[in-house]
């Protein structure tokens, strides 16, 4: 469990004093996650989820809750950050920055089918235009400035095969020119852990915002392709893939800049992955409970990519 910071119901119960949502009847934390602290909270008027950030700061917040604000009232399904008696989406507990949001309804599915390919597909095509119209600007922090920063600290943990792969995928990503691409906030994070579904297969909403920023839109699709659509062993599975691009279509056609771009975009979203997983496992932060990925499962989809992409659409 991902818990680095412990809020006490005593505390939480003071703090919430700043609210008008009742009083706390449970607290409990919320295992996944590797970035925040995370608890589900019962008052006595609702369900929430309260996370303490553990790494952004005061000035980096407004993008993320005014973004998940935006979105909300714009009819894309996903949780909504709750003001406090003076109007603020968030303040400081325990010392670290903290917001309260409604608590969507459904259980994240492990194993998707083409149906929730489908309809995953239309809502991210949906957000992405949604979110055009926000006026927000916070770069993607974990894009290409930080992958440059984090490579030479994983490097020394690497055997020589692993440390080649992720300096030529570095090499030329860095080369790679994409400012003929649609950009906007995105999610960046579209994992199948951060996604609801209701036991009839309905999407509740989409969750954990805190890695959004501002990038190519095309990026946002690659993460999400690269975690939905694939195998065990991290190829492409073709009917979840053409279920989940033909819905984004619908919604948002690709243009020829981004048809071009696809097979490099795929790649740099499996490097970003692998990169920061490598930097959660080798040099992890000390926390009461945390968890962590397995780094090669995103080694072996960066190479995988790097042999076949498929075309876009």
Not at 135 to 155: C, H, I, M, Q, Y
Not at 230 to 236: H, K, L, M, N, S
Not at 247 to 272: D, G, K, Q, S
Request: glycine content about 6%.
């Amino acid at each position: 469990m991902s818990v680095f910071t412990t809020v006490t119901p005593e505390a939480l119960s003071l703090w919430l004093r700043r609210y008008t949502i009742g009083s706390l009847v449970d607290l409990k934390g919320i295992a996944e996650g590797i970035e925040n602290t995370n608890y589900f909270v019962t008052t006595s008027q609702g369900r929430y989820v309260l996370t303490l950030f553990e790494r952004l700061g005061s000035e980096e917040l407004p993008f993320y809750v005014n973004l998940m604000s935006h979105l909300a009232r714009h009819g894309v399904p996903c949780p909504a950050p709750i003001p406090d008696r003076n109007g603020a989406l968030f303040g400081v507990l325990n010392g670290k920055p903290a917001a309260l949001v409604t608590r969507l309804s459904g259980r994240p599915v492990l194993d998707p089918e083409e149906r929730h390919c489908a309809r995953l597909g239309a809502v991210l095509a949906d957000m992405h235009q949604a979110a055009l119209s926000y006026a927000g600007r916070l770069d993607n922090p974990r894009g290409l400035s930080w992958w440059r920063e984090t490579a030479p600290k994983v490097t020394p943990f690497l055997d020589e095969p692993r440390r080649a792969l992720l300096t030529t995928e570095l090499r030329e990503q860095s080369s790679q020119n994409w400012r003929e691409l649609p950009r906007g906030p995105v999610h960046a994070d579209l994992f199948r852990d951060n996604v609801l579904w209701e036991s009839e297969g309905t999407l509740g909403g989409v969750i954990d915002f805190y890695f959004a920023g501002i990038d190519t839109l095309l990026f946002d699709v690659a993460v999400t392709v690269n975690d939905w659509c694939i195998t065990p062993e991290g190829e492409i599975e073709p009917r979840r893939y053409r279920a989940l691009i033909s819905a984004y279509r619908a919604v948002r056609e690709f243009n020829a800049a981004e048809h071009a771009a696809w097979p490099h975009m795929l790649r740099a979203a499996a490097l970003r992955f692998w990169l920061s997983r490598l930097f959660d496992f080798y040099l992890p932060r000390k926390g009461e409970l945390t968890h962590t990925h397995d780094p090669e499962h995103f080694r072996r989809i960066l190479e995988a990519r790097r042999a076949h992409t498929p075309a876009l659409g």
